[in-house]
């Protein structure tokens, strides 16, 4: 269902065994590493998952990609590291976390669903702009909502220190403070530079939604994704 991996030599090592990047680096210059049958010195060698990879006459298998889905709370950061703020990979409890990585990040105010993978090729699938992969946001508003914002948002608006103006996003009013906006690209703060483009203020926001996928657990919960969610990303 994937693309095939091709990855460096001490990456593949790492992925394969409970090794450190020192660890295995110090391992291939043993000479303790062989790729179809010939001994590699350089921990920088390109090599594909399809290659036949040993460590000491024992073959090497790639750990499976992981996908998953989180409930970010507010006052976390889409980080794999404590900075300010806790990162949210505190509420994570899987090994080899550090390989992780979130596509599509949230601020750290912002509440809501973020994807969490180790497969970086399919995380493009989410966060390039020509992928146009929708999101939903809630937001909640400090003024009432215009009647002509929807339009605005339809067409595009021009947002301060930017060349284009935004891509057609979707509107839908809940109530007058209350709005669903979904939007197919991830510009910095899009959503609050919106609103601050049509003379209004963001003071809540909460992704619901990315693709196909909505959010269906409670705040700092997580879940492994479907194979049918994992797939939706890659049509």
Known sequence: MW??????LDKYLCKSTDLTKPEAIERIHNGELSVNGEVVLDESTQVHESNTILLSGDVLTLRAFRYILMHKPAGTICSNIDEVYPSLFNY????NASELHIAGRLDADTTGLVLITDDGRWSFNITLPTKSCKKVYRVTLSRDIKDDVAHKFKVGVQLQGEKNPTRPAELEVIS??????T??????HQ?????AAVGNRVVGLHREQIGDVSLDVEEGQWRYLTEDEVSSFSQ
Do not use: A, H, Q, Y
């Open 92 to 95: 994570l409890e899987v090994d």
């Open 191 to 195: 959503v609050k530079r919106m609103f």
């Open 3 to 8: 693309c095939r991996r091709l990855m460096r």
């Open 176 to 181: 007058p403070k209350e709005v669903l906006l």
């Open 183 to 188: 939007i197919t690209e991830g510009k910095f």
